[in-house]
């Protein structure tokens, strides 16, 4: 496969380096070797991006068009990028070092799925006629209309860059936005190369738009720009933070996907096979990088050895390798500091007590491998338990009742997900309840769709991404009364 030797920025309709005409490499995580380099852009690209997208909004051709024709170029985009998904899983599995199954069977049916959906919801956009009893005497005649915010800068992480991606492009377009794309450093190309694919699926140039470039220069300068109207970030807590901190007094309208350390509960009745093989994929799809992880594995005392027996076990026995390779099950991680910061998790959990169950093995020669691994002996209050490792590294905690369960789960800064295993079905959904998260699934870990909604609450941010309420985060109601 031949992959661009530059990945460049996406700016009305043209290819281009930044103004500055810098660049940082991108590796490739299972070999460590150069893929590409990006393009180290600066504010005055980000200007131009800007620029571009607020002509196409303020009355461009864009502008112009019904959600009908907008719902046509979705479905176009959609069904260019399904035709070509070969290309985009081989680049995914080596800008991401992850095994290509992962991208056939998951981001890239999901990418796929997500546009048409909100393809669909592009010319569903109704507003209501509200009934009152008239205004100083006189009736009045009330309606809303519902109108796209403006610019939306999209500013997404390296984990899921394609699927994460057409979560906000999908509504954002659906709903008339025009957007600026700011892909993460590690792993811009695939989402770039869906950008890419929209000049020849019809959209007006303009309409989206891509600036490579570092988080704290392009994203901090695309988040404070007065032109951006609505931004819609997924990333870690720390970077939300910032920018809620700096967009907040700039009242620009937010969506943060945040971290989150999601607990799986496994109580005394869980179906254990299938308790088994959901936590071991919630702890090592995406090799553990993925924001609803479920690296907290809350399990009822009587089972708590045959769990952690089973999980080391299917840990071990992982094949781990190039990404590209059929038997893969699991790549490499993102980066080499990345690979550095999980295995001073692990080493900091064992120093702080627990109980290291997986063997330690050979990893490939190349490349920033990390083996998975499973913690037992670990205590609430140890780091392990508490922070978000983006890894794939599981801790295990016992409890001895449900209520204990519950507190284990809600004592935490994040809340994003939790998965419940039970045949108890009524028990499920009290408990269900109970979790201070934006997401429970039963008997099954993370199961997304495009319909359901997803994002988190606490430390894992605000607003979702997903479903009608992804949608109607980048719209607003117009209200309109004539006084008769
Ligand atoms: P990150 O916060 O380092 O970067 C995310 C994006 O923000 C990148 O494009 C980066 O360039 C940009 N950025 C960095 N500094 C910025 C700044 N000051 N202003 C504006 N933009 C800036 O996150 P990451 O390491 O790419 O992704 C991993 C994190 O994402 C994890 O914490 C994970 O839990 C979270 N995540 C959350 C969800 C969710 O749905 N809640 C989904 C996936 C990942």
């Excluded at 893929?35 to 909004?57: E, G, H």
């Excluded at 609450?457 to 991404?465: A, C, F, H, L, Y």
């Amino acid at each position: 496969m031949n992959i661009q030797a530059d990945c460049l920025n996406l700016i009305a309709g043209e290819r281009t380096p930044g103004y500055g005409n810098a660049w940082f490499d991108k590796l490739e995580p299972a070999t460590a070797a150069q893929l590409a380099r990006v393009a180290a852009s600066t504010p005055a690209d980000v200007d131009a991006a800007v620029s571009a997208a607020r002509s196409q909004f303020d009355g461009g051709d864009w502008a112009a068009l019904s959600g009908a024709a907008r719902a046509r170029l979705i479905h176009r985009l959609a069904d260019l990028l399904e035709v070509r998904s070969d290309f985009f899983a081989e680049l995914l599995a080596r800008e991401q070092g992850r095994a290509i199954m992962e991208m056939r069977m998951l981001d890239i049916p999901m990418a796929v799925d997500t546009l048409r959906y909100f393809a669909g919801w592009a010319d569903k956009l109704e507003g209501r006629q509200i009934p009152t009893s008239g205004f100083m005497g006189r009736p009045t005649f009330n309606y809303t209309v519902r109108e796209a915010v403006g610019v939306a800068a999209l500013i997404v992480p390296w984990n899921a860059p394609l699927m994460i991606g057409a979560w906000k492009l999908g509504p954002a377009l659906a709903a008339g936005c025009t957007v600026v794309i700011k892909p993460s450093e590690d792993a811009p190309l695939a989402l770039t190369a869906l950008a890419d694919l929209s000049v020849e699926a019809g959209f007006p140039e303009g309409v989206i738009n891509v600036v490579q470039g570092r988080g704290p220069e392009v994203g901090r300068a695309l988040v404070t720009h007065p032109g951006v109207d609505k931004i819609s970030f997924t990333g870690s807590t720390v970077v939300g933070r910032d920018i809620a901190a700096v967009a907040g007094p700039l009242f620009k309208r937010l969506t943060l996907e945040l971290g989150g350390k999601a607990p799986q509960i496994i109580l005394p009745d869980a179906p254990l096979e299938q308790a088994i093989a959901g936590c071991a994929m919630g702890l090592f799809v995406d090799q553990g990088q993925t924001c609803a992880a479920g690296s907290r594995i809350l399990v009822h005392r009587s089972l708590h050895d045959t769990l952690c027996q089973a999980l080391a076990g299917a840990a071990d026995s992982l094949t781990l390798g190039d990404p590209l390779a059929a038997g893969t099950q699991m790549g490499a991680l993102i980066s080499a500091r990345h690979a550095e910061r999980v295995r001073a998790h692990i080493a900091r959990a064992v120093a702080q007590g627990a109980t290291l169950e997986t063997r330690e093995g050979p990893l490939p020669d190349q490349g920033f491998f990390v083996r998975p691994a499973i913690l037992s002996g670990v205590t609430p209050d140890m780091d392990i338990a508490r922070e978000e490792v983006f890894g794939p590294v599981g801790a295990v905690i016992p409890f001895d009742t449900e209520e204990e369960a519950i507190q284990l789960a809600n004592d935490c800064a994040y809340g994003l997900s939790a998965t419940l295993w039970t045949q108890n079905l009524s028990r499920a959904h009290q408990m269900a309840a109970r979790l201070r998260v934006g997401a429970v699934a039963i008997n099954g870990w993370s199961p997304l769709d495009a319909r359901l909604p997803w994002g988190g609450i606490k430390e894992s941010g605000t607003g979702n991404d997903l479903s009608r309420s992804a949608l109607d985060a980048y719209l607003t109601e117009k209200l309109v009364t004539l006084v008769m």
